[in-house]
């Protein structure tokens, strides 16, 4: 186990920062993600390098749309989850324990993974990376010296001192979750969704990447007056520029409702379009010309997209070649 590095002592507890749970956890217990451990008064994390997936994937999968386009990320996951979504699609690992005996993967060696096969960069996925959070400073840290970026896909709950020393590391692309609104019921009813978007906003200020996703779970978030919220709150905190993608929900762990209805998804699309964000994706329905990305003023198909691959993009520098709008976009096309 190695000492965390974010935490404050009370008495003989010890006071997670890691993320907005802020556990207080007594001596040999472990925060409500099962990775942070009071060991004598003092928190180490226990899961440290303790993977559950090592894979190369396409950066469109997480899904950013407009960060290093086409390119691959070595992605990698960890155990558990600070948070329990009935309908989470990874709950094999997002709320289960490591093998008794599983060994830490050491970070040089995921770098060397990533560099041997490739890819242009790392990203913490499958389950929420704050599990991982000591981990993913040193891995990103080295990552980023040789030449890797590092991302996460997250439902955003960090602290705002978590924003910052991940993005110290060298993590600049964030794929963020938000799961919610005050009005949803039935999951998550602890949880501020408000500090996901302030967290949003704050790695905008520091330089980072974000791209919103708004999963429409069928009977929790997918109220009108609920997409109403989220959107008018991405506007708000994220300014029209930031991508959002609005995808639909597969009956998925103990969450049995039907999938969420296209015609539902392509209503919210409007609604935000109508608000004035500028880029607005529907995900996960099999439609590929809803991944597209087009000119928000001319209409001018910039980038297609297929099966998580770029399959065209006509751009000029970093502005639309018909109207000259600048378009948001982190890194090269691969
Ligand atoms: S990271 Fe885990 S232990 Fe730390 S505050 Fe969040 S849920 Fe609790």
Not at 222 to 246: F, M, Q, V
Request: glycine residues 10%.
């Amino acid at each position: 186990m190695v000492k965390a590095s974010l935490y404050k002592k009370t008495g003989e507890d010890a006071v997670c920062l890691v993320c907005e749970r802020t556990c207080r956890i007594s001596p040999n217990l472990y925060g409500v993600c099962g990775n942070y451990r009071n060991v004598g008064g003092e928190l180490f994390h226990a899961g440290y390098g303790i993977l559950s997936a090592i894979e190369s994937r396409p950066i469109e999968i997480k899904p950013f749309f407009h960060y290093w386009p086409n390119s691959t990320a070595l992605t990698f996951s960890g155990y558990g989850c600070n948070f329990y979504c009935p309908w989470c699609q990874n709950s094999h690992i997002s709320f289960s324990k490591p093998p008794i005996g599983a060994k830490p993967t050491p970070p040089e060696t995921l770098v060397e993974m990533a560099l041997r096969n490739r890819d242009e960069g790392l990203c913490a996925s499958f389950n929420e990376p704050a599990t991982l959070f000591d981990y993913l400073l040193d891995v990103f840290e080295l990552g980023s010296k040789r030449g890797l970026y590092g991302t996460l896909v997250t439902n955003g709950y960090f602290t705002e001192r978590a924003i910052e020393m991940l993005i110290g590391a060298g993590a600049d692309g964030f794929s963020i979750d938000i799961k919610g609104c005050p009005s949803a019921r039935g999951a998550l009813t602890t949880i501020d969704h408000l500090k996901v978007f302030r967290n949003a906003r704050k790695i905008l200020d520091l330089g980072g990447h974000v791209e919103m996703v708004y999963l429409v779970v069928t009977g929790y978030n997918d109220s009108r007056e609920c997409a109403e919220w989220i959107l008018e709150k991405h506007l708000e905190y994220l300014g029209p520029e930031t991508p959002i993608h609005i995808n639909r929900y597969y009956p998925a762990n103990y969450w049995k409702e039907p999938p969420t209805p296209l015609s539902k998804l392509l209503e919210f699309r409007e609604i935000a379009l109508k608000m004035g964000i500028e880029y607005v994706y529907i995900g996960n329905v099999g439609y590929p010309d809803l991944e597209d990305t087009k000119c928000p003023k001319c209409g001018k198909t910039l980038i297609r997209r297929r099966s998580y691959r770029v399959t065209y993009y006509k751009l000029d520098g970093e502005s639309c070649p018909r109207c000259g709008y600048g378009i948001k976009l982190r890194g090269e096309i691969s």
